[in-house]
Nanobody, 123 residues
Framework: EVQLVESGGGLVQAGGSLRLSCATSGFAFDDYVIGWFRQAPGKEREGVSCISSALGRTWYADSAKGRFIISRDANTVYLQMNGLRPEDTAVYYC??????????????????WGQGTRVTVSS
């Protein structure tokens, strides 16, 4: 059974940092793309950053470039978030699948999701 469990969310002031973790099990970790996605109230879920060991590739949303860093170690994927802004407030989800390269970080391309962890950035 595929399982993804996020942790590390919380309340932080603008300019602060958080590190999210996604512990995975039940699938061939190195063969899958693992992504971080977020959904703010009233907005669609969007890709934040995704990583593929098989392709040796990472992807970042424009809003994440220069501030967030995705990494993976053993069966866990991390999202280091620095310089947080109020607009980063959302529920953050990790997901796993083998999406087409052109949809590497597109939410509809993912079937396996965690339960989410809430990030709140105060101004």
């Amino acid at each position: 059974e595929v399982q993804l469990v996020e942790s590390g969310g919380g309340l932080v002031q603008a300019g602060g940092s958080l590190r999210l973790s996604c512990a995975t099990s039940g699938f061939a970790f190195d063969d899958y793309v693992i992504g971080w996605f977020r959904q703010a109230p009233g907005k669609e879920r969007e890709g934040v950053s995704c990583i593929s060991s098989a392709l040796g590739r990472t992807w970042y949303a424009d809003s994440a470039k220069g501030r967030f860093i995705i990494s993976r170690d053993a069966n866990t994927v991390y999202l280091q978030m620095n310089g947080l802004r109020p607009e980063d407030t959302a529920v953050y989800y990790c997901a796993a699948d083998v999406p087409p390269v052109q949809n590497m970080c597109s939410p509809p391309a993912y079937d396996y999701w965690g339960q989410g962890t809430r990030v709140t950035v105060s101004s």
